[in-house]
């Protein structure tokens, strides 16, 4: 069993550090967005509701136009978030990763 | 012959595709109690589930008979007010994926109460996980029994206590032999075999109105009697608060239901775990689209005779609108989809309880007894002997409160309490354990009491039980205490956290290994 390696130093690492910052801010952003289009969404169901009758599309009304665009928006967010960590996450937790071996040697 | 008072015909059909579903599923309990023999296999699957089958596993969660009956069924009385909440349960994938699916592989065991465990005083912080787990586990899994019972009495015609006995009895059977390999297994064959009968049903009733969406719509709201206003919102959640509070209950409480977090441990690491939830919300998501024209269908197809078939709630639209594009009543056609539609709806029931009674037997046997009162002494073969006893013990107290409530019991109230204990009291201690460094025991504590606390008086004041269904003068006038509570939730983790002085050194390490995997349990140890 290899000795238990400092995690608070770890933590410091410029590695680990890029990793938790890049993270943040992607996580920051599909936040965001997730929060302003389903909370926008509840206030216009509560407080809009002559507008959320109103059917742009032949019969279609903004409810359901808004309730379908949620399921694109919430299928766009994983897919972008998915295709990120494959490509710019998981390399630099392969670096963060092998620093963390190599300070767990000694 | 007529000694049933009760409408209540027995149907061959049905209980044919019924026994159909039973023997296929128990067969898949018998394949998987052949490889159910340690304590992290009988929990998660010996971590050996590939994303894409965890994704279909948790959308079978999701897809439960709630989601699928309950908004078709909601959609057809009320309209658009019926798919507020499952949009919201779809959306609350952003935060599962974004903050917890990966960092729960990476960092916990078989419950989320070992994330908590992880950093904080891990026998008060696991206790009160653990406490958060059975309220919402309790109340969903009791509600899912007497749903399960009152649907298998309409549609099969046997009656509601014996329905409550098999489906009971069945969900034990997967669980306590075949583990969560089997239970995953149920839930993989529901999730297709539900897709498949929503989207022929779904097909099948666009092709009525020559795919025309706009034209299911304008028929839809002509026979729905109230014109243009069925297809907005304001026919169900009259209150607009109400609206915003049920939303914020199914966004944020589905995020914190412990069966389906507790899948998330099931796959071999934190890149599967992330993939399952990508493929859990595709299928997640076109579930929802099709249910909405499941919905719209029936209005737009049953005609005038619907609303008495359909039932209280609605529950049997998509059951009926089956019949009526098979042929109608009486004709082969519309009795073999009335029993096919039924049979998928009895499929979903199953391996929705199933899980649930996992994840029971998870907080009581893994939190509660072994790690708080054994304080992790046994060995790996008495956690799973516990994990059985813990098993039956849960499933044994559902049957009889679902029975001694009996079918007209208002579940509306149990499932609302449901998921906004998991959004006010599991939500923000999980949320803010992996977030906020301060973040300490006694935070979490009092957040998971707060949250507890704050949803079951508001609920209690409720109109729901206050004094009865749809009283007017109750002293909390919002059917979900959610807007209420989960903010109650996260000020119990602040103020909790502030008064203590504990500081805790281990959020280095949790935020390090959660982040990368280091150290996270491994897939199938026993295989080797």
């Known amino acids: 069993m290899a000795h238990e390696p400092d995690w608070a130093a770890l933590e410091q690492t410029p590695e680990f550090r890029e990793l938790g910052e890049r993270r943040r801010r992607f996580v920051a952003v599909a936040l965001t967005i997730f929060t302003v289009w389903f909370g926008g969404f509840l206030i216009l169901a509560a407080y809009a509701r002559d507008f959320m009758t109103k059917q742009p599309i032949g019969s279609i009304s903004w409810a359901y136009i808004l309730a379908l665009s949620l399921i694109a928006m919430t299928w766009g967010i994983a897919y972008a978030y998915l295709r990120w960590s494959d490509s710019r996450l998981e390399p630099l937790a392969e670096r963060a990763r092998r620093t963390a071996e190599e300070a767990e040697r000694g | ?528």
């Open chain 2, 1 to 528: 012959m007529t000694a049933l008072p009760v409408a209540a015909e027995v149907r061959a059909l049905p209980i044919v595709v019924f026994g159909v579903i039973l023997a296929i599923t128990l067969g898949v309990t018998y394949w998987a109690s052949r490889r159910t023999s340690s304590a992290s296999q009988f929990w998660a699957a010996g971590r050996g589930i590939t994303a894409p089958q965890n994704g279909l596993a948790i959308a079978g969660d999701y897809m439960s008979a709630a989601a699928f009956l309950g908004v078709s069924g909601l959609i057809f009385l009320y309209g658009f007010d019926g798919y507020i909440t499952g949009i919201a349960a779809l959306v609350s994938f952003i935060p599962v994926l974004l903050l917890l699916a990966e960092r729960l592989r990476n960092a916990g065991k078989y419950t989320m109460a070992d994330m908590l465990a992880y950093r904080l005083n891990s026998r008060p912080a696991r206790s009160a996980a653990a406490l958060g787990t059975i309220f919402v586990v309790a109340f969903y899994l009791v509600a899912q029994m007497i749903a399960a019972g009152a649907l298998i009495e309409a549609l099969a015609g046997i009656s509601f206590n014996i329905a409550v006995l098999i489906t009971g009895g069945t969900m034990l059977v997967y669980v306590i032999f075949g583990g969560m390999l089997a239970t995953t297994w149920v839930q993989i064959i529901k999730a297709v075999f539900l897709l498949t009968s929503v989207t022929v049903l779904a097909v099948w009733a666009l092709g009525k109105v020559s795919f025309n969406l706009s034209e299911l719509f304008s028929r839809a709201a002509d026979a729905s009697g109230q014109g243009d206003k069925y297809l907005g919102p304001g026919l169900f959640l009259i209150k607009p608060m109400d609206v915003v509070s049920t939303g914020l209950a199914f966004a944020l409480g589905t995020a914190g239901l412990p069966h389906i977090l507790m899948r998330f441990f099931t796959v071999p690491d934190a890149r599967a775990a992330r993939r399952s939830a990508g493929w859990a919300v595709l299928f997640i998501g076109v579930f929802y689209v099709l249910v909405m024209i499941v919905g719209l269908g029936s209005r737009a197809l049953l005609g005038p005779s619907g609303d008495k078939l359909v039932g209280e709630g609605g529950n049997l639209a998509a059951p009926y609108l089956a019949q009526t594009l098979g042929g109608g009543a009486g004709s082969a056609g519309g009795d073999i989809f009335f029993a096919i539609v039924s049979a998928a709806a009895f499929a979903t029931i199953l391996a929705v309880v199933a899980g649930l009674v996992m994840a029971a037997s998870g907080a009581v046997a893994h939190d509660v007894w072994a790690n708080v009162i054994r304080r992790g002494r046994d060995k790996e073969g008495e956690e799973l002997r516990v994990a059985r006893i813990a098993a039956s013990g849960v499933g044994v107290v559902a049957i009889a409160l679902a029975i001694l409530a009996g079918k007209d019991f208002n579940i509306q109230f149990l499932v609302g309490l449901a998921f906004s204990v998991a959004a006010s009291a599991n939500f923000p201690a999980l949320l803010l354990s992996i977030s906020w460094r301060r973040f300490n025991t006694a935070g979490a504590i009092t957040g998971v009491l707060f949250g507890l606390v704050t949803s079951l008086t508001l609920i209690v004041l409720s109109p729901a039980v206050w004094p009865g269904p749809d009283s007017h003068g109750s002293p909390f006038p919002l059917s979900n205490p959610a807007v209420v509570s989960i903010p109650a939730g996260f000020i119990g983790c602040f103020l909790g956290t502030l008064f203590s002085s504990a500081e805790d050194r281990v959020f280095d390490e949790l935020r390090v290994k959660s982040d990368t995997g280091l150290g996270a349990e491994e897939a199938s140890p026993s295989a080797a």
